[in-house]
């Protein structure tokens, strides 16, 4: 896909990966829509990242936990840059949830966020999407869409679920609008963690390192680029998840 001058919008782009993402489509002479919920002051940095790596951007708040949001983002997206070509899902939370405190209001705000929200994002994106030649959604899912982490579990189902939902979206939107998604391992520490836990996941890692945002900014711009390629997931971990 040329990417030049095309419109994308990325969701979640005010901090870590989803800004990354954003720039680097910046990077390729896109117009991109910087969405954000809370954090203003980040999307308004990210906004000067991809002004100076050679994009333009506009910025478009919402809190997709809510029903209505994801629509309404995609018309604000839309009317700003006059169209809309790629849809980047990218916010998401990760909560940590142990089996037995985990509540039925922490559930439902990760599934909002991490599941619900792509799947009516790309239902709002799609007839846009399919209107521009090579439209395309990437999905950010995670490792945790292929592995069990005890104390994840409502965050690794959600990964799970972007997955299948990449699968069949791939199917329901061909041949007009592509569909892929990329799984990252550790580009970034969850927040919170320790020097300790990085070391532990840098030593059982094959690559026996971490990656970075820009590994998974790498992988986006593949699949954009990658005009035969939907359905797929591009794992992104250092090989993490044939480590055994």
Do not use: C
């Not at 506009?58 to 604000?76: M, R, T």
């Not at 999905?139 to 690794?156: C, K, M, Q, R, V």
């Not at 329901?172 to 990329?182: D, K, Q, T, Y």
């Amino acid at each position: 896909m040329q990417l030049r001058g095309r419109a994308a919008l990325v969701t979640g782009a005010g901090r870590r990966v989803g800004r990354a993402i954003a720039v680097g489509l910046g990077g390729r002479g896109m117009r991109v829509a910087v969405h954000y919920h809370g954090s203003a002051d980040g999307a308004a940095e990210t906004a000067r990242l991809i002004a100076e790596a050679g994009g333009e951007a506009v910025l478009v708040q919402a809190d997709l936990s809510g029903a209505a949001a994801p629509a309404a983002l995609v018309a604000d997206a839309a009317r700003q840059l006059g169209g809309l070509d790629v849809l980047v899902n990218s916010a998401a939370v990760m909560d940590r949830t142990p089996f037995g405190e985990t509540s039925a209001e922490q559930w439902d705000r990760i599934f909002a966020l991490n599941l619900r929200a792509p799947y009516f994002l790309a239902q709002a994106a799609a007839p846009l999407l399919a209107a521009a030649p090579g439209g395309a959604i990437v999905n950010i899912a995670d490792l945790a869409s292929f592995e069990t982490w005890p104390d994840y579990i409502p965050h690794g189902l959600s990964k799970h679920g972007v997955v299948r939902l990449t699968e069949s979206l791939a199917r329901v939107l061909a041949p007009g609008v592509r569909v892929n998604a990329v799984a990252p391992g550790t580009v970034l520490l969850p927040e919170g963690w320790t020097d300790a836990d990085a070391e532990r996941l840098r030593q059982t890692t094959p690559l026996q390192r971490h990656g970075s945002p820009d590994d998974v900014v790498q992988a986006v711009l593949y699949l954009l680029d990658a005009d035969f390629v939907t359905g797929e997931t591009i794992v992104v971990d250092g090989g993490r998840r044939v480590r055994r």
